[in-house]
């Protein structure tokens, strides 16, 4: 009697488990594959071109280059180079076209038909980027894109222009200057295939520069430097190498 009991026990345990291998078909589940490491051990080469965005007194242009190495999938290091291509602004040339009427007009005496200003020449930096957001959408239900939002900190050194230019009449001891530059900044990546990306990046270069002072300082150095926001939004594309790229673990 025992063992009748004991069978049927043991049949009530297996039929739910049989029932379920009946009915769920998994021929067509998707395989289990290991996530793919977008970044990790890649170097990133990267032109880029961007545009200053808050000095009243100068436009500027930035070209350059960006070299990234990624430790992990969520942590690069990279240094880069910019040089800056500076256009004076309509504020700017509208108060020295101001100050050279005053002047006309014997309103105003000595070389103050100027206002001596400074921009970013070249800079070149070193930084660490940290990825705490990555991903992938589908874009027009057929395009698929990988992603990721980075931050990153950093230091480096600029040269500075002081304007206006030396020439005979107006001397400036201190034509140009040097400065550390603290960098802070976050970006965009777009991976368009598994070797190339587009980077829309926004940095703040904190350089020790003139802003703008309303005199021109003759025969002596330039006053008033300070450590001034030079906000640059950027855009860049990405070649990742090597051209393949890893599986997680």
Do not use: C
């Not at 700017?92 to 070389?111: N, V």
């Amino acid at each position: 009697m025992k063992r009748f009991w004991l069978a049927l026990l043991v049949v009530t345990l297996l039929l739910p488990a049989s029932a379920v291998a009946q009915t769920v078909d998994l021929s067509d589940a998707p395989v289990i594959r290991r996530p793919l490491e977008w970044r990790k051990g890649r170097f990133g080469l990267s032109p880029v071109i961007g545009v200053t965005l808050n000095d009243p007194y100068w436009t500027q242009m930035l070209v350059g280059a960006s070299a990234d190495y990624h430790i992990l999938d969520w942590l690069a290091v990279g240094v880069d180079f910019r040089y800056a291509i500076g256009f004076s602004s309509a504020l700017l040339d509208q108060i020295e076209s101001e100050l050279a009427q005053a002047r006309g007009r014997g309103e105003l005496s000595g070389e103050v038909d100027v206002v001596t200003t400074s921009r970013v020449n070249f800079l070149t930096t070193a930084n660490v980027q940290m990825i705490p957001i990555y991903g992938k959408f589908i874009l027009f239900e057929s395009f698929e894109v990988a992603y990721d939002l980075h931050f990153l900190a950093g230091v480096g050194y600029a040269r500075t222009l002081a304007y206006p230019r030396d020439d005979a009449t107006r001397q400036i001891a201190n034509r140009g200057g040097n400065s550390v530059v603290p960098v802070v900044g976050a970006g965009l990546r777009l991976f368009l295939n598994r070797w190339l990306a587009l980077n829309f990046e926004f940095r703040d270069y904190f350089v020790n520069m003139v802003r703008v002072v309303p005199e021109y300082p003759t025969r002596r150095s330039t006053p008033g430097k300070s450590f001034e926001h030079n906000l640059v939004l950027s855009v860049g594309v990405s070649f990742m190498l090597p051209a393949e790229i890893g599986h997680g673990h």
